[in-house]
């Protein structure tokens, strides 16, 4: 004989006058909506089953309905199989681990392309158990492009390998959403990050899709920044971001060869898949900026404050992010045309060591216009 269950104790005894409305109330409702097939939704558009006061929630749903309701195409499935290679989705619209993979071994032109068709559908993609030399890293970020090196960096033996070494005196400082390099005039395509050395606790890095957080902006707002672009600098790492501020004369050099300001769209279009996508940096975009690329008038500067926070956050809700645990080896290839990233500061003192290369873009574009 079974032992009574919790639901069998209480009403063994006298329910309480709420519980008894509560339960009649659930028969009655649930009677009546089986009587007019309240219960089957699934042709209704996604507007009409999202809770009007959640309904940015709505943009990965949206993204997914793109992608053909699948994370990955039956032909990339497939392909997939083929060399052996099994997927292991970490969110509904973007993050796939590849498995029985060995990048230790230069991939053949067949399995480059497959990995790009992968980082195209999923925006970003991981590997474990890698354990990359430094020389190996660039030739295998070679495969899909040229390298850029990073002129604020610390120099080491290769020059387009970024050290993000954080520890003791050192807490992480890259905790807020953003795509890579957008002081650049070309941006970057996309970035592949090895993990070194792992805390023994978080290091996470979260990373969003940029398209399904455009797509879940209320019409209104969508409306609004498609048509706006903002300027862009690398002012933070002049001023130094507490580790101490460059030479005036070496600042002087710098503008003088790098571009300090530059021009990109708020609403990128993807240049491979055609997608638009929010493309911004908080700490790159100058927050009172924006203009309208039509007009060239400039908006008033707390709207365009106002515009700039509103889509940094958008990337911060739950539905659009999947998270990466760090493990010794592991390697995250991200698309900074389609996602942003979010690296968790919550390991302090402990350390945590990652070698980035960053692959060569081209020029944002919006073909909304």
């Known amino acids: 004989m079974n032992p009574p269950t919790a639901t069998d104790q209480q009403t063994s005894t006298e329910l309480s006058e709420y519980n008894r409305i509560a339960i009649e109330n659930a028969a009655k409702l649930h009677e009546f909506r089986a009587a007019t097939h309240q219960a089957d939704k699934t042709d209704l558009p996604i507007e009409q089953l999202v809770a009007s006061f959640n309904s940015t929630a709505a943009g990965a749903y949206r993204e997914y309905e793109q992608m053909g309701d699948r994370p990955v195409s039956e032909h990339?499935?497939?392909?997939?199989?083929?060399?052996?290679?099994?997927?292991?989705?970490?969110?509904?619209?973007?993050?796939?681990?590849?498995?029985?993979?060995?990048?230790?071994?230069?991939?053949?032109?067949?399995?480059?392309?497959?990995?790009?068709?992968?980082?195209?559908?999923?925006?970003?993609?991981?590997?474990?158990?890698?354990?990359?030399?430094?020389?190996?890293?660039?030739?295998f970020g070679r495969q899909f492009g040229g390298l850029d090196a990073f002129p604020f960096g610390t120099p080491g033996d290769n020059p387009f390998i970024l050290k993000i070494v954080h520890g003791p005196g050192s807490p992480g400082t890259e905790n807020g959403w953003h795509t890579d390099v957008t002081w650049m005039e070309q941006p970057s395509l996309g970035s592949i990050a090895q993990c070194v050395v792992t805390p023994p606790y978080g290091g996470d890095t979260l990373f969003a899709d940029s398209h399904a957080a455009y797509l879940g902006l209320p019409s209104a707002l969508r409306e609004r920044i498609n048509h706006l672009s903002g300027i862009n600098d690398y002012r933070i790492f002049i001023q130094g971001r507490g580790q101490g501020a460059m030479p005036d004369a070496l600042v002087a050099e710098v503008k003088e060869r790098i571009p300090?300001?530059?021009?990109?769209?708020?609403?990128?279009?993807?240049?491979?898949?055609?997608?638009?996508?929010?493309?911004?940096?908080?700490?790159?975009?100058?927050?009172?900026?924006?203009?309208?690329?039509?007009?060239?008038?400039?908006?008033?500067?707390?709207e365009s404050k106002q515009i700039v926070t509103a889509l940094l956050a958008q990337h911060g809700r739950p539905e659009y992010i999947c998270r990466f645990p760090w493990q010794?080896?592991?390697?995250?290839?991200?698309?900074?045309?389609?996602?942003?990233?979010?690296?968790?500061?919550?390991?302090?003192?402990?350390?945590?060591?990652?070698?980035?290369?960053?692959?060569?873009?081209?020029?944002?574009?919006?073909?909304?216009?």
């Open 328 to 369: 010794a080896g592991s390697i995250a290839f991200w698309d900074n045309r389609a996602v942003q990233h979010y690296a968790a500061s919550d390991y302090y003192p402990h350390k945590r060591v990652l070698r980035r290369v960053t692959i060569s873009g081209d020029r944002p574009y919006n073909n909304l216009d």
């Open 76 to 139: 990339l499935e497939q392909r997939a199989a083929d060399h052996g290679i099994e997927f292991e989705h970490l969110g509904l619209t973007l993050g796939t681990v590849l498995h029985n993979v060995d990048l230790t071994v230069t991939p053949t032109s067949e399995l480059t392309q497959l990995i790009r068709d992968t980082l195209l559908e999923r925006k970003v993609i991981f590997f474990r158990d890698q354990h990359l030399d430094e020389d190996q890293q660039t030739a």
């Open 260 to 302: 300090f300001g530059v021009t990109h769209p708020l609403v990128r279009t993807h240049p491979e898949t055609g997608k638009p996508a929010l493309y911004l940096h908080g700490g790159f975009l100058r927050h009172e900026s924006l203009f309208d690329r039509r007009t060239g008038d400039t908006l008033d500067p707390n």
